[in-house]
């Protein structure tokens, strides 16, 4: 069963413009990713954060993990046509082996 | 281009047809990943192998064979589908507990 929700399910906005995206989760957890695809793709691995870190940055992503809410959020800025995809957060729970839970994602729509 | 390399990337099959879906990998992971994929849907996880060894089946129908040859190789054979098995299937890899890499996935539709 799908642990995560993600919301919004759906967003759209202007190239330059910033993204937020949130994910909530059940379970206590090793670390949490996100990851993109694109139409037709694979999954593409953004960034982890673990369960004792707080914030993460990669070039204009910033990811931030409150574990008291279980709950994440991924920030894109100054978004590009290109960013277009959509976003699935997954959680490494601590039970959970080698398996990752993924949400239910957010498609995201970068208008030029 | 991806570092998991899957094969064919589209298959058409009756559902008397047997198949087989093919991944490979050479970024030495030793845990790789069989994963399902519905339309607008997240990706549902089927099998995990480590170290070559079968660690997780998700309670996956026996029409699904999962079958791990080598460190770098992953197959899934494929017998007496059913409409609903249609789906784009993916497979990834990864070291204990990283991120996963993924192939552009195989797109299954059966007749």
């Known amino acids: 069963s799908q642990q995560g929700e993600e919301d919004p399910q759906a967003l759209s906005i202007q190239e330059g413009e910033n993204a937020t995206m949130n994910c909530s989760y059940k379970?206590?957890?090793?670390?949490l990713q996100w990851y993109r695809q694109n139409s037709g793709r694979g999954l593409v691995h953004l960034i982890l954060?673990?369960?004792?870190?707080r914030e993460k940055h990669s070039g204009r992503l910033r990811v931030t993990l409150d574990t008291s809410k279980k709950s994440s959020s991924l920030l894109i800025t100054a978004s590009r046509a290109a960013d277009t995809a959509s976003y699935f957060c997954?959680?490494?729970?601590?039970?959970?082996?080698?398996?990752?839970?993924f949400g239910e994602g957010t498609q995201l729509t970068v208008n030029p | 281009d991806t570092e998991v390399t899957q094969t064919p990337k589209h298959l058409v099959m009756g559902m008397t047809n047997k198949k087989s879906l093919k991944c490979e990998q050479h970024?030495?992971?030793?845990?790789m990943y069989w994963y399902k994929q519905k339309a607008k849907k997240p990706p549902e996880l089927m099998f995990v192998?480590?170290?070559?060894?079968?660690?997780i089946n998700e309670s996956v129908p026996s029409r699904f064979s999962p079958e791990c040859p080598n460190s770098s190789l992953l197959n899934l054979h494929l017998h007496a589908l059913q409409p609903e098995d249609s789906a784009l299937y993916l497979c990834?890899?990864?070291?204990?507990?990283?991120?996963?890499?993924f192939g552009d996935g195989t797109r299954l539709s059966i007749l």
């Open positions: 192998y480590s170290y070559e060894k079968l660690s």
């Open positions: 379970t206590s957890i090793n670390n």
């Open positions: 970024m030495g992971h030793r845990a």
């Open positions: 990834a890899s990864s070291l204990p507990y990283g991120p996963q890499h």
């Open positions: 997954a959680t490494d729970a601590e039970t959970s082996g080698s398996r990752l839970t």
């Open positions: 954060i673990r369960s004792n870190e």
